[in-house]
């Protein structure tokens, strides 16, 4: 299955609570979906170009996610149905995965023959 990032927004009054909650709502999607929820980054509070929903700041997620590509329109679709997203973005990331997973190999064979 692919990597995919995806980036988004949540509104800013959620709350730490809240950002647990939409984590784990997502995780379980995907999981159920039959895809891997890799990791949810945490981009901080920051200000948007401009309104969106009536929000003038968002707090921004990142989450890398093995999913079919054949799923990518439905995680879309059930991210926008969610009340606390305000934006988001899903591009794939497959040449990161493989650039940083050759590099771990070649760390690891540079570690062993030291």
């Known amino acids: 299955m692919p990597l995919y990032e995806l980036y988004f927004a949540l509104r800013p009054k959620i709350g730490e609570d809240g950002k647990e909650t939409i984590k784990n709502k997502i995780e379980g999607f ?3 979906n039959g895809g891997r929820l890799e990791s ?3 981009l901080g509070l920051r200000k948007l170009t401009y309104e969106v929903e ?3 700041e968002g707090i921004f997620l990142r989450a890398l996610v093995n999913i079919d590509s ?3 329109n439905r995680l879309t679709q059930w991210m ?3 009340d606390e997203v305000i934006r988001l973005m899903l591009i794939r ?3 990161s ?3 940083s997973v050759k590099n771990k190999e070649e760390k690891e ?3 062993v023959s030291q």
Request: hydrophobic share 25%.
């Open 30 to 32: 995907i999981g159920q």
């Open 40 to 42: 949810i980054d945490d």
């Open 54 to 56: 009536g929000e003038k």
């Open 70 to 72: 054949t799923f990518t």
């Open 80 to 82: 926008r149905a969610q």
């Open 93 to 95: 990331a497959e040449h």
């Open 97 to 99: 995965k493989k650039t």
């Open 109 to 111: 064979i540079k570690n």
